[in-house]
């Protein structure tokens, strides 16, 4: 049976969007990152880069959350556009996967987690400035269409509600009202009952509420590593 490493974080949320809507049979295995899971012997083997999600597909490892989606999709046949818009699939999951992906996780950052020290303000500029860009690319986009690629729901869709559902989180109260167009699509998929079980996914598992000495260190290792 597929493994899914996981937590209830952005990213491997929308894989367990994936696997709810296609019925694939899983089990998931909880890697609390604040307690630092993410770095043991174990779970490097299935991710060097120590991070969730990842899958064990009997055997077959895959990590990077957009990777997965596009895995699955590929394994299945579900939930993957048509090959005529093969162009626009990988445009728009690439654009999520390097654009809205980093920018929301670093705007989250700034905004909630960072020291306010003398870098701060330029930092947090920064990654709301660009976040902001980002999900007005979206927005723009989805005023002229219903779904991110050709006229169905897909893992286009997915990768982009794994972020964009917590857009008031990265960019502030007011960032749905800003991107109506997004918010209609997160919306849309957030009602679906594939999207309710993926999200009360994390509930079934207990992972470390605090953000306090010991998760700053294994979420922000940079704040207590010197880099030469």
């Known amino acids: 049976m597929l493994k899914f490493y ?3 974080s952005p990213n491997p949320t929308k894989v367990a969007l994936y696997l709810e809507e296609a019925g694939l049979p899983f089990e998931p295995v909880a890697v609390d990152t604040r307690r ?15 991070k969730v999600p990842a899958i064990d597909d009997n055997g077959t490892i895959v990590f990077d959350s957009n990777a997965i989606l ?4 590929e394994k299945t046949g579900k939930f993957l556009p ?10 728009w999951l690439m654009f999520i996967a390097t654009g809205i992906g980093p920018y929301s996780g670093q705007a989250v950052h700034f905004r909630h987690f960072a020291p306010k020290d003398q ?3 330029y930092a947090h500029n920064r990654y709301q400035f660009e976040g902001h860009r980002h999900y007005k690319v979206l927005d723009d986009h989805l ?12 893992i286009v869709d997915m990768a982009l509600w794994g972020w964009a559902r917590m857009a008031a989180f990265v960019l502030g109260e007011d960032a749905p009202a800003k ?3 997004v918010k209609r699509l997160v919306d849309e998929i957030s009602a679906r009952p594939a999207a309710v079980r993926a999200i009360a996914l994390k509930d079934k598992f207990t992972f470390k509420a605090e953000m306090d000495d010991e998760a700053r260190g294994n979420m922000f290792k940079h704040m207590t590593t010197k880099v030469a």
């Open 82 to 91: 048509a090959p005529a818009v093969r162009g626009q699939t990988l445009s």
């Open 179 to 181: 991107y109506p167009n």
């Open 143 to 154: 005023a002229k269409n219903r779904y991110m690629v050709g006229d169905a729901y897909s």
């Open 70 to 73: 596009l895995y699955l999709a």
């Open 36 to 50: 630092g899971q993410q770095f043991t012997p174990d779970f490097i083997k299935i991710n060097p880069n120590a």
């Open 6 to 8: 996981f937590n209830g």
């Open 119 to 121: 870098n701060h303000d």
